[in-house]
């Protein structure tokens, strides 16, 4: 009895698609058996086997849509399918939308939820980029609606309903490293813009925003019971494993982590009676009548008074919808010319700038050359300074060897100077001995002189005698 949803989100090329509808393996009876079978025929083949050991009476029909550069087509409507599809709200249940002429299909087998699949996926719109080979470049919803037939305590039948919505988000892209041109560019550029709208609307639930901006998107329309409403949700994030993908990867993480943060009021749906069915089935076929009758009794197309009624209500809501877009356009036309006056101011900034820069690259490349001069008169000067340098240590060396043979000479002179006082000394004690020999001789000879004239006059006067 209760809406669920599930929906996947991550950035391109990380396997969203391979998760929601993954490939059929030939000879696998279940999803049990089939390792690549993804959660769409997981979740509908365990659904058969549970609904069929109830053994109640049910109907189990699915829808396929797409949301294609904001436009709604039905992947599962026969022939091309091109025509875009209307989305209204719908006035039975508050905060909920009515996709006016979207086929559902009736499926009794597993097997045809493959052959459902295959039919969506063949009109999908996907094209090859740089990060994925078969990238998708559209959101779709898979729809399973389940009724469900039980009898009350007092033998009344009883109708109870319930949905599943399976989201395949497109991934966001990067479109310069996707290498997306024009229609890819513009594909992208729309992916981009509605994943951003998701954003914003998860950021305005969880900081409880008076305002939640699910009408800037078709995709937050279609979600809209989804987040905050009355429905069961889950999040799938993919992410990639390469390194290169790590901011990316922290974003996905990031976006899973506050959309965690949304509180949902999930709610059983109201069961119907039998005869409550026959009576809204009933109203909706008297409707009908009336505006037949009135269109065949009239010319052109005319509508019953309740029918006109109805639909001037309708349009008195849309009117006020649009007087507050209008309003909102003005505050976003008055920020955009504020934008635009702070775009011109920045402009002259940029210009400032840009001059600036130029003058500051003419300076730097002047001190450039300057840098590149020096540095070949650093080079000449350390050069210089090598050799000048060797010429000190030549230097060195020599006045080494110099003050060696200088001490070696002093050695010399000292040894001379002691040979020579050492002569000196010499000469004086032979002077002394020669004076002393002369003293000597001068007394012998005065002796000798005096002995002489004695012995002359000795002899003299021996002769005399």
Known sequence: GYNCTVFAYGQTGTGKTFTMEGERTGGCESWEQDPLAGIIPRCLSNLFERLEKQ??????????????????????????????????????????????????????????????????????QTAATL????????????????????????????????????????????????????????????????????????????????????????????????????TKTSIIATISPASCNFEETLSTLDYAHRAKNIKNRPEINQKLTKRALIKEYTEEIERLKRDLVAVRDKTGIFLDAENYKEMQTVLKSRQERIADQEAKMKALTDEMTKLSELFSVTSEELAEKRSKLARTEESLERKT????????????????????????????????????????????????????????AKLDRTKAVEVKNETVTSNFKEDLDENASALSGLVARHCLA
């Not at 990067?174 to 709208?197: F, M, P, W, Y």
């Not at 300074?385 to 110099?402: N, P």
């Not at 060696?404 to 002093?410: D, H, P, S, V, Y």
């Open 131 to 230: 990060i994925n080979n078969q990238s998708s470049r559209s959101h779709s919803v898979f729809g399973v609606t389940v009724h469900m037939k039980e009898n009350s305590l007092d033998g009344e039948e009883l109708l109870k309903t319930g949905k599943l919505n399976l989201v395949d988000l497109a991934g966001s892209e990067n479109i310069g490293r996707s290498g997306a041109v024009d229609k890819r560019a513009r594909e992208a550029g729309n992916i981009n813009q509605s994943l951003l709208t998701l954003g914003r609307v998860i950021t305005a639930l969880v900081d409880r925003a008076p305002h939640i901006p699910y009408r800037e998107s078709k995709l937050t329309r279609i979600l809209q019971d989804s987040l905050g409403g009355r």
């Open 369 to 424: 050359e300057t840098l590149q001069s020096t540095r070949e008169t650093l080079t000449e000067t350390v050069v210089r300074l090598e050799e000048q340098k060797y010429l000190v240590e030549s230097h060195v060396d020599s006045g080494k060897r110099l003050y060696g043979e200088a001490e070696k000479l002093m050695e010399s002179v000292g040894e001379s100077q002691r040979d020579v006082k050492g002569l000196h």
């Open 55 to 124: 053994d109640i009476e049910f109907s189990v029909r699915v829808s396929f849509l797409e949301l294609y550069n904001e436009e709604l087509f039905d992947l599962l409507a026969g022939g091309e399918g091109t025509t875009p599809l209307r989305i209204f709200e719908d006035s039975a249940r508050k905060g909920s939308v009515v996709i006016q002429g979207l086929e559902e299909l009736s499926v009794n087998t597993k097997d045809e939820i493959y052959r459902v699949l295959r039919r969506g996926a063949d009109k999908r």
